[in-house]
């Protein structure tokens, strides 16, 4: 692959943009394992290889066992993640394919374990991690 531009320097203000989406996502009240698990999941979805490489370390440093990074990709079928976690693993794959839109069933699975906040929260991490995922795809980042 041909080099391509490196946005924190073709662009530092919208890299800087993006780095406040990291400062306020670190601030939330998620849990550092959801964090991870929406990140992982997004990241695969998309097939952002640099993400994906770079958020199992994360979860793993965090104690999350190689079998539910393993079976993230097949969630509905493992007995490894809550239903809390099986909610958020749910809107961030509807978020992330958001052409076809997030269903009321799902938005709602997810309302009725979090509150406005806490959804909020869940649903601007989604956003954050597709951006980075957009990011590190469109400039050709490569996982090492």
Known sequence: MKPRIVIPKAA????QAMLGLEKYIAST???PVHKELIKIRASQVN???YCINM????ARKLGVTEQRI??????READVYSEEEKAILAL???VTLISQHVSEETYANAAQFFDEKH???II???ITINAWNRIGIATGMRAV
């Open 124 to 126: 601007m991490m989604i």
């Open 119 to 121: 959804l909020a929260e």
């Open 29 to 31: 009240s998620l849990n």
């Open 55 to 58: 958020h199992t370390a994360d």
């Open 70 to 75: 393993y079976l993230l990709s097949a969630w």
């Open 92 to 94: 961030t794959e509807e």
């Open 12 to 15: 530092p203000d919208a890299y």
């Open 47 to 49: 097939g952002c290889a």
